[in-house]
């Protein structure tokens, strides 16, 4: 299951944005902070929602700014656990039940504009205090707003020690902000590390850097798509004709026919030659999101990044950071481009 973290800093402008990345990166999960949606029926949630997904959030009662929510592929079968009341943060857990058994992932936003009280510290342990008596794995991740990577800081020394307390991990290691903070954890119960964590570089989507993790539990089947169709192109035409010629289609029509009874021999004759010839046998695809603007362009644009994130990959180098940043950038204002003018173009 690979599960991808990002505080989007508003969904307004990113819909886009998010549901490309969620395919791109075929994520299983993707739980996003900061989406500044209002209700849970904010269009900006459903647009962001790729085909085959569904989502579960928690909008910011009152204020400007804040929310929650969780992007999670349809075959997950998802239910939300109560939380405790906060008022520190902002959060949401969600079971999802995958084909190796359920995973508790709790998604966190806190605001960042003042530092951790002596209350989130409490909040933040009740909550914990709910999902520690859960037997699957549990993952536990968001913008916390504190910088773990600062040993002497007094906040982040306090974190380490709750955390403590309760057998859990802290696994980011890299900055995941444009100014050099860890702030987007990730984290788990020490005997239920994830098998992989990555950090992309910040300033893709907004200043915060999307970080992935991968369990071992697995997803199951991908969502098909099945419809029947007919394998034209091994009719025999010879065979076909012959069939035609000698059915009713091919003799004198009487005259006091009536124009009904025509079409039903019409629509007969040819439905029965064409399950002698060609019979219907189903075809399963995997479900993919509608684009119809996805042309040549795109798809080119979207090798020319692979490869880029590739050649970082492999450097870790900063020119090669900047080179796939800014291929992204671009990549999305295509996608954002050719969308718009498809769809003014149906439209006129």
């Known amino acids: 299951m690979l599960i991808g973290w990002l505080n989007v800093q508003s969904l307004t402008n990113k819909t886009d944005a998010v549901s490309e990345l969620v395919v791109d990166r075929s994520l299983d999960v993707l739980a996003l902070t900061e989406t500044w949606h209002s209700a849970s029926d904010d269009v900006r949630l459903r647009l962001a929602t790729p085909e085959g997904y569904a989502v579960v959030d928690v909008a910011r009662g009152a ?8 992007i999670f ?40 504009s003042v530092r951790p009280s002596a209350r989130f510290y409490d909040e933040l342990t009740s909550v914990l205090e709910v999902l520690v008596v859960h037997s699957c794995p549990v993952v536990v991740g968001g913008d916390i707003n504190v910088r773990v ?4 800081d007094n906040d982040a020394r306090r ?30 119960f020490a ?25 071992l539990e697995n997803v199951g089947q991908a969502t098909t798509a099945e419809r029947l169709v007919r394998g034209w192109r091994r009719v025999d035409r010879t065979v076909l004709r012959r069939i035609l010629e000698n059915s009713p289609l091919c003799q004198p029509v009487p005259e006091d026919a009536e124009v009904d009874d025509l079409f039903a021999t019409y629509d007969d004759v040819l439905r029965r ?21 996805f042309d040549d362009d795109c798809c080119h644009a979207r090798r020319h990044c692979r490869r880029l994130e590739r050649q970082y990959r492999r450097t870790s180098s900063a020119d090669d950071r900047r080179l796939w940043v800014d291929a992204v950038r671009g990549r999305l204002r295509l996608y954002r481009a050719k969308k718009e003018a498809y769809w003014l173009d149906r439209l006129s």
């Not at 974190?159 to 702030?183: K, M, W, Y």
């Open 63 to 70: 204020g400007r700014g804040g929310g929650v929510a969780v």
């Open 191 to 215: 005997d239920h590390a994830p098998d992989e964590v990555s950090v992309d570089p910040f300033g893709i989507f907004s200043d915060h850097a999307l970080v992935t993790c991968r369990l």
């Open 273 to 293: 030659a064409a399950d002698s010839l060609a019979p219907k046998h189903p075809l399963r695809r995997p479900a993919s999101r509608l684009a119809p603007w």
């Open 73 to 112: 592929k349809k075959q997950l079968r998802c239910s939300q656990i109560p939380l405790p009341s906060c008022d520190t943060f902002e959060a949401i857990c969600v079971r999802l039940t995958t084909a190796s058994g359920p995973v508790i992932l709790l998604n966190i936003y806190r605001p960042g």
């Open 159 to 188: 974190l380490s020690d709750l955390l403590a307390t309760f057998d859990i991990v802290q696994h980011v290691n890299a900055p995941t902000h444009r100014c050099g903070g860890t702030l987007d954890l990730v984290m788990t």
């Open 149 to 152: 990577n600062d040993v002497d």
